[in-house]
C-alpha cells in the first residue's frame, strides 16, 4: 500500500512538475496606482500561495491567543455535572450561543 501511495505522489508532482514547465509565460499583475509586475506564472502562483499559507498560519495564531488556559484545562472535555460551569466560563454565563 505504501508502493502504491508513493507511486501516486510521484505521477502528481510529475504532472504539476510538466505544468509548470509548459507554463512559463509571463504574466502582468496590476497593482493599485498603476503599478504592474510582470513575471513567469509560475512565480506569480508560488508567490501567491506562499502569501496565502503565511496569512492563514497567521490569523490561526491570533485565533489561538487567550485559548490556551482553555485547552490545558481540557475545556468540554471534563466529567462534571451538567449544570457546573467549566473552568473558562464564569458563573452565570450561558454555556453557549444559545443558552443552554
Same mark, same amino acid.
Given at each position: $500500500?505504501? @508502493? ?9 508532482? $510529475?504532472?504539476? *512538475?510538466?505544468?509548470?514547465? %509548459? ?9 493599485? $496606482? ?11 502562483? *508560488?508567490? @501567491?500561495?506562499? +502569501?496565502?499559507?503565511?496569512?492563514? +498560519? /497567521? ?7 487567550? @485559548? %490556551? ?7 468540554? /472535555? ?7 460551569? @467549566?473552568?473558562?466560563? %464564569? ?10
Amino acid at each position: $500500500m505504501k @508502493t502504491v501511495m508513493w507511486v501516486i505522489r510521484l505521477v502528481v508532482f $510529475m504532472v504539476v *512538475l510538466w505544468l509548470a514547465l %509548459a507554463n512559463q509565460h509571463n504574466v502582468q499583475v496590476f497593482a493599485p $496606482m498603476g503599478q504592474v509586475w510582470q513575471g513567469p506564472l509560475v512565480w506569480v502562483l *508560488l508567490i @501567491t500561495l506562499l +502569501v496565502g499559507v503565511a496569512l492563514g +498560519v /497567521f490569523f490561526y495564531g491570533a485565533g489561538l491567543v487567550g @485559548t %490556551a488556559p482553555c485547552r490545558q484545562k481540557g475545556f468540554g /472535555f471534563s466529567h462534571r455535572p451538567s449544570g457546573s460551569p @467549566t473552568p473558562c466560563q %464564569a458563573p452565570g454565563q450561558p454555556r453557549n450561543r444559545l443558552g443552554r
